[in-house]
């Protein structure tokens, strides 16, 4: 952490941010930011806030800045770096500001800095008429994951909502991404209380959104979909029993140790440890498993190819370098190794390269699970293998189906 701050005068600003990151020094602290009209302030994709939000653009890449009081600010910055290496999915704190002249009630009196949330857009962009349309899944599978991840880690939110959430694409699925953690709280362990209460609020929170959409559409109250709350809170309660039941075994089925870790890992989540129980006089072992973040995917991508992506992305990817590892060789640890680096440097960097360079403004990554996808499409309805040149030029020609679906960004 850098401390920024000046002793000597009362009028400067005390800020706090962290390497590798811009001093934010240049910026006018001495008034509100919605005063600013610094040449740094740019626009973003952005939902509706409770507090004055500012983007401002730097070497570094794009910062959102959210000015609050300054113990909410402080309370949201310490929140969002505890919570950082247990989940991918919540904004990257990068910055507090203090301004020691004014009072410490005042709205103005703080602010904090979080890195941009790269290709995300806010919920309203997937509406469709007075809901969700056919998006309505994804985007339920997604809040309910990211609940259940915080949850998990211990963070009780407190002011649940699709408006302090942003989204992106992922794959062929959504990811949920929390901004907002003025009101949360991080505990040792969450207690069942605390996650009744977050999803009650939640209810309550998306309820009033829906209805504000169905307005906003030209709807009344009976056009909102006023149940997405609840399914949220059913999906939610389905991988919560799923990530946290204990399973018993008997002497002759520890396979179903394995079974059990694979899928947990099939839903994204890394399995941090493993409590072997005896139970039954010894005759039984209760399995219990303590779950991480959602990352599993992610993290053996990182791993293996060093490629950095997000889950499901990731999912889609290490499918694709499975396909091509029989053409470069696995037959053992190190062959797997060299497949993965033959994979990177003769199919995946190539593709990405050229990807970039005939979509520019799209992200390439997610591009490239389009292009999976088409590909495989293509495969099923011809009935052989199609090289990715040649399903390349078809997407192309085809108009690089996968990407016009998405919200602009």
Same mark, same amino acid.
């Given at each position: 952490?850098?401390?920024?701050? @000046? ?56 910062? %959102?800045?959210?000015?609050?009081? @300054?113990? &909410?600010?402080? =309370? ?40 941009? @949330? ?7 962009? /997937? ?12 985007? $339920? ?29 992922? %794959? ?70 799923? /990530? ?22 099939? &839903? ?28 599993? =995917? ?22 694709? /370098?499975?396909? =091509? ?33 005939? $979509? ?50």
């Amino acid at each position: 952490m850098i401390d920024y701050d @000046v002793p000597d005068s009362l009028n400067t600003p005390r800020i706090q941010t962290r390497p590798d990151h811009p001093d934010f020094v240049d910026l006018d602290w001495s008034t509100p930011i919605s005063d600013w009209t610094n040449d740094r302030l740019v626009d973003m994709p952005e939902g509706i806030h409770r507090h004055p939000v500012v983007f401002v653009a730097y070497r570094e890449g794009v910062y %959102a800045i959210k000015e609050l009081r @300054v113990d &909410l600010a402080k =309370h949201e910055f310490d929140t969002l770096r505890a919570m950082e290496d247990a989940t991918r999915h919540i904004a990257r704190a990068v910055g507090f500001v203090e301004r020691p002249w004014v009072a410490r009630d005042r709205e103005w009196s703080g602010a904090v800095i979080t890195a941009y @949330v790269q290709h995300a857009f806010p919920y309203r962009n /997937l509406v469709s008429g007075h809901g969700f349309g056919d998006r309505r899944d994804a985007l $339920l599978d997604a809040f309910a994951g990211l609940l259940v991840e915080l949850h998990l880690n211990g963070l009780y939110w407190g002011d649940c909502s699709l408006s302090n959430t942003l989204y992106r694409w992922d %794959a062929s699925s959504i990811e949920a991404i929390m901004i907002d953690a003025e009101t949360s709280r991080i505990y040792p362990r969450i207690s069942g209380g605390e996650r009744r209460e977050d999803l009650e609020i939640m209810e309550m929170n998306v309820a009033g959104e829906m209805a504000d959409v169905a307005v906003e559409h030209g709807g009344t109250l009976d056009d909102a979909d006023l149940s997405l709350g609840a399914d949220i809170t059913s999906r939610y309660l389905t991988l919560w029993k799923e /990530l946290t039941t204990s399973l018993i075994v008997t002497a002759g089925d520890h396979y179903r140790i394995r079974q059990r870790i694979d899928r947990l890992n099939s &839903l994204g989540f890394a399995v941090d440890d493993i409590d072997l129980i005896p139970v039954d006089d010894g005759v039984n072992v209760k399995i219990r498993v303590k779950v991480g973040g959602r990352q599993f =995917h992610s993290s053996r991508l990182l791993q293996v190819a060093g490629v950095d992506t997000s889950e499901n992305q990731a999912r889609a990817i290490l499918s694709d /370098l499975t396909y =091509h590892e029989a053409k470069f060789g696995r037959m053992s640890a190190t062959g797997k190794a060299v497949a993965a680096m033959k994979w990177r440097s003769a199919v995946f960097e190539p593709l990405i390269l050229r990807i970039i360079e005939d $979509l520019p403004d799209q992200p390439a990554y997610q591009a490239y699970c389009d292009f999976l996808d088409f590909r495989l499409a293509m495969a099923a309805e011809q009935g052989r293998d199609i090289p990715n040149p040649e399903a390349y030029e078809a997407w192309t020609a085809a108009g690089f189906p996968g990407l016009k679906s998405s919200p602009e960004t």
